[in-house]
């Protein structure tokens, strides 16, 4: 295991943040991943390619890395990293961010 999976490890944040995040204020995996600017390639069933953003600021040549599109879930097919929603995916491009911020900078609410 990686330190970057450290990170990006839903399990790591804690329960109470997670529980309380409201999932449907957060946008669509897809629209996501277009709105962040990552190339998207081919999709199979639930998932689709796109480029992984730690390889060359996601302008690499061909995709790596697939997303389920209901949840958002990830993994890099060449470096490894590897997360379990659209949260983790914004602090991976936005390795500053803590949990709550990267869930306020993606307009999400949570159920305090």
């Known amino acids: 295991m990686s330190s970057l999976d450290?990170?990006?490890?839903?399990?790591?944040?804690?329960d109470h943040a997670w529980s309380s995040l409201d999932r449907s204020s957060l946008p669509?995996?897809?629209?996501?991943?277009?709105?962040?600017?990552?190339?998207?390639?081919?999709?199979?069933?639930?998932?689709?390619?796109t480029c992984c953003p730690i390889h060359k600021g996601g302008a690499e040549k061909n995709p790596s890395m697939s997303v389920e599109v209901n949840t958002g879930g990830f993994f890099c097919?060449?470096?490894?990293?590897k997360g379990g929603d659209i949260v983790a995916l914004h602090r991976l491009i936005h390795p500053n961010l803590r949990f709550r911020d990267a869930v306020a900078d993606l307009g999400g609410r949570f159920n305090e």
């Open 28 to 49: 669509s995996p897809l629209s996501y991943l277009t709105s962040a600017g990552l190339r998207i390639g081919k999709r199979s069933g639930s998932w689709i390619s």
């Open 6 to 14: 450290l990170i990006f490890d839903p399990n790591k944040v804690a």
């Open 77 to 81: 097919h060449t470096c490894g990293i």
